[in-house]
């Protein structure tokens, strides 16, 4: 069973950006939704017990429990894994990867050019989703978005960067400016 990874750092470390209302809901209110009901699928079908989520949502496709239960699991496994990393890179304590910007750099051309696909499909994710960057079963880095909870895992890809672009995430202090939270967005992602 899982229970909501502890935020590492206070609610309001992340102002300007992302205001402590914000992120107080986002955390202990949405977070622990997608735990929950998480862990009621789990309850239902023990059978998915001894698999990390991750690895569930990977062969979501052959596993041995109802329609409905493979759609609670896509949507509030996702959930649950997105916003765990979502927190983590959002870390005031974390410092530049200089690894992961050499690479991003060699396989996007320059960091301006990762950072304007990524917000291109921030912002051209209609209704709730998500945008990312992973590294493939190839070990490529690749940006797409995703629509509602779903995982870069669904595909086997292992998730880098993500940013929620559900209203829930920035609603309260830019309303409809999704464009504005998303290059403000850069600001507190130290790892690049
Ligand atoms: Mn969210």
Same mark, same amino acid.
């Given at each position: 069973m899982y229970t909501l990874p502890e935020l590492e750092y206070a609610y309001d470390a992340l102002e300007p950006h992302i205001d402590a209302r914000t992120m107080e809901i986002h955390h202990s209110k949405h977070h622990q939704g997608y735990t929950n009901k998480l862990n009621a699928v789990l309850e239902k079908n023990p059978n998915l017990l001894d698999q990390p989520v991750e690895t569930l949502l990977q062969h979501i496709d052959t596993l041995d429990i109802p329609e409905e239960d493979k759609k609670a699991l896509q949507n509030n496994g996702g959930g649950y894994l997105n916003h765990k990393l979502f927190w983590e890179i959002m870390n005031p304590q974390n410092t530049t990867d200089t690894d992961l910007v050499e690479e991003i750099t060699n396989t996007f051309g320059s960091i301006e050019s990762f950072k304007e696909q990524f917000e291109k499909n921030a912002l051209t994710q209609?209704?709730?989703?998500?945008?990312?960057?992973?590294?493939? $079963?190839?070990?490529?880095?690749?940006?797409?978005?995703?629509a509602n909870?779903?995982?870069?895992?669904?595909?086997?890809? $292992?998730p880098i960067l993500g940013l929620d672009v559900w209203?829930?995430?920035?609603?309260?202090?830019?309303q409809n400016k999704r464009g504005e939270y998303v290059k403000n967005w850069w600001n507190i992602v130290k790892i690049i």
């Open positions: 209609f209704g709730s989703g998500w945008s990312w960057l992973v590294r493939n $079963t190839e070990g490529i880095l690749m940006l797409y978005k995703t909870q779903d995982s870069p895992h669904l595909q086997g890809h $292992t209203e829930h995430a920035y609603y309260l202090n830019y």
